[in-house]
């Protein structure tokens, strides 16, 4: 199986900067698309960034020009740079990556973290 384990998050004042990583380990074959997602309390969750094997890039245009998205593919890892973060950046967040394992090579599974919290303050 797959195993994604996220780690970076915490508390911040606004304006301030976080790095998040997420780290995919087991029986992987390919790694496709990487994203990032966040779930505010009483809110969908909702997709932040997106990173492609090759490493195109898209973001929700609420964090534009204020989130960075990134992956090592040697590391399995892909990471988040925020800054200049705001109050409503609060949220728990999750990764997600689309893996093909060495099992089922043509088969293409999301796999997700454990979420980690970010909170803003004002």
């Known amino acids: 199986q797959v195993q994604l384990v996220e780690s970076g998050g915490g508390l911040v004042q606004a304006g301030g900067s976080l790095s998040l990583s997420c780290a995919a380990s087991g029986n992987i074959f390919r790694i496709n698309d990487m994203d990032w997602y966040r779930q505010a309390p009483g809110k969908q969750r909702e997709l932040v960034a997106t990173?492609?094997?090759?490493?195109?890039?898209n973001y929700a245009d609420s964090v534009k020009g204020r989130f960075t998205i990134s992956r090592d593919n040697a590391k399995n890892t892909v990471y988040l740079q925020m800054s200049s973060l705001k109050p409503e950046d609060t949220a728990v967040y999750y990764c997600?990556?689309?893996?093909?394992?060495?099992?089922?090579?043509?088969?293409?599974?999301?796999?997700w973290g454990q979420g980690t919290q970010v909170t803003v303050s004002s």
């Open positions: 990173v492609s094997s090759f490493g195109r890039t």
């Open positions: 997600k990556a689309a893996v093909s394992t060495t099992t089922l090579r043509y088969r293409i599974n999301d796999y």
